[in-house]
């Protein structure tokens, strides 16, 4: 069952204007560029710089995006893809109610309501597609994706300690989040 969501312009809270739309397979290329952007920062994902190839990358994007059990929201200014939110829903029978999201937002598009939009954006999207829960990972001292993510209704369900190498062999933990369609509903 495909759920789409329909292009909005929308514009940051400092002026800019920019899309909200669903992504496209075109759109992988632009989308593996971004997730190398962020991922050299040495922040914010978990994979290392170099660790898979933008074209590799690319490839499996474009196979998300053509996924029907998937959603892929771009955030694009100026013909430029500037953001994104995935939700992947499980694919077993005993979780196929859940789906895992990630988003990411360039740094000169970080703290202008992008990320918001495209988390509000995910939600309509999973209640529509009869969701119940939407998961997500995030590093315990991002503490501006924690807040938003709050803001929009996620709440810490767990800490997974030492949950992924970085580098110099030092450990990260990853704070577990989660959001519920139906708990909203209900208050």
Not at 41 to 59: D, K, M
Not at 165 to 187: C, H, I, K, Q
Request: aromatic residues 8%; contains cysteine.
């Amino acid at each position: 069952m495909t759920t789409t969501i329909d292009a909005t312009r929308q514009q940051t809270r400092d002026g800019r204007a920019w899309t909200l739309r669903a992504a496209r397979p075109t759109d992988a290329r632009e989308l593996a560029h971004l997730f190398a952007d962020v991922r050299r920062e040495g922040r914010y994902l978990v994979t290392p710089p170099n660790a898979v190839s933008e074209p590799s990358e690319a490839f499996f994007i474009a196979e998300m995006i053509r996924a029907d059990n998937s959603l892929a929201l771009v955030a694009e200014a100026d013909g430029e893809v500037v953001g994104n939110v995935l939700i992947g829903v499980e694919r077993s029978a005993a979780s196929d109610h859940v789906g895992t999201l990630s988003i990411c937002v360039a740094r000169d598009w970080r703290n202008t309501g992008i990320g918001t939009a495209l988390m509000q954006g995910a939600k309509t999207w999973a209640r529509r597609r009869g969701l119940v829960k939407i998961a997500l990972g995030v590093f315990p001292d991002n503490d501006r994706a924690i807040a938003v993510y709050e803001r929009v209704g996620f709440v810490r369900e767990g800490l997974r300690r030492r949950q992924y190498r970085g580098p110099n062999g030092t450990y990260r933990d990853e704070l577990l989040m989660a959001w519920f369609p139906d708990d909203e509903v209900a208050s």
